[in-house]
């Protein structure tokens, strides 16, 4: 679709960086394996949904369908602490509102999302938490795999992956222990 066929999009017009990065951020995939420039998920979904949502929406809708506001859908919140993005899944009625945005603006209600640079996967993991289809790849094999190892295998594999991961990280850090165990500066 040529940007003439479809309204303006809502990244076209405003994206609220600095409210959404710094106080809802925050990436839990770090701890999986470092990446270059990896976003906070919370900037990473607000990027996916501003570029599906219409130009013409509130921000407070905006937020909503971030979101920010749980409240409306009858979730209790702490009012003390700004809600973490990147914690926080979108509600079954937040998911059903984007569908019917994107059946306006895109023709369907799950358009497909392509990250050829996904890198870290943030976008990715974002745009499935909303059920959208995604396409995700990178030039590099070890972005591929971090991917898969965020996204695909525990959909895969289940609860009992984290035992493997377990395993397999203790053999890799006992090895490593052994091979270098020479180079170590108590040996010396
Ligand atoms: C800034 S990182 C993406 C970070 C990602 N948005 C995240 O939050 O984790 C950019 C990625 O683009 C990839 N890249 C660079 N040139 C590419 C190319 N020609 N084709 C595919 N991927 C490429 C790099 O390997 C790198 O992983």
Redesign the pocket.
């Known amino acids: 679709m040529s940007k003439s066929q479809r309204p303006q999009v809502f990244i076209e017009k405003i994206m609220p960086v600095k409210q959404v990065y710094y106080e809802h951020g925050g990436?839990p995939?770090k701890g999986l394996h470092r990446?270059?420039?990896?976003?906070p998920l919370s900037?990473?979904r607000a990027s996916v949904l501003a570029s599906l949502l219409p130009a013409d929406i509130s921000m407070e809708e905006f937020e909503y369908l971030l979101g920010l506001h749980p409240e409306k859908d009858g979730i209790l919140i702490k009012k003390k602490e700004p809600i973490k993005l990147y914690k926080t899944p979108p509600t079954s009625a937040v998911i059903e509102k984007l569908e019917e945005y994107c059946e306006k603006v895109w023709g369907k209600r799950k358009p497909v999302i392509l990250?050829?640079?996904?890198?870290?996967?943030?976008?990715p993991f974002e745009a499935t938490r909303y059920g959208l289809n995604v396409l995700a790849?990178?030039?590099?094999p070890v972005?591929v795999v971090t991917m898969k190892a965020a996204m695909e295998y525990p959909l895969k594999f289940g609860a009992d992956l984290q035992q493997d991961i377990d395993k397999w990280v203790k053999f890799v850090g006992d090895e490593a222990e052994k091979r270098l165990a020479e180079f170590s500066l108590h040996n010396q």
């Open positions: 990436n995939f990446w270059y420039s990896r976003k900037f990473s990250d050829a640079f996904a890198g870290g996967g943030s976008i790849s990178d030039l590099n972005a």
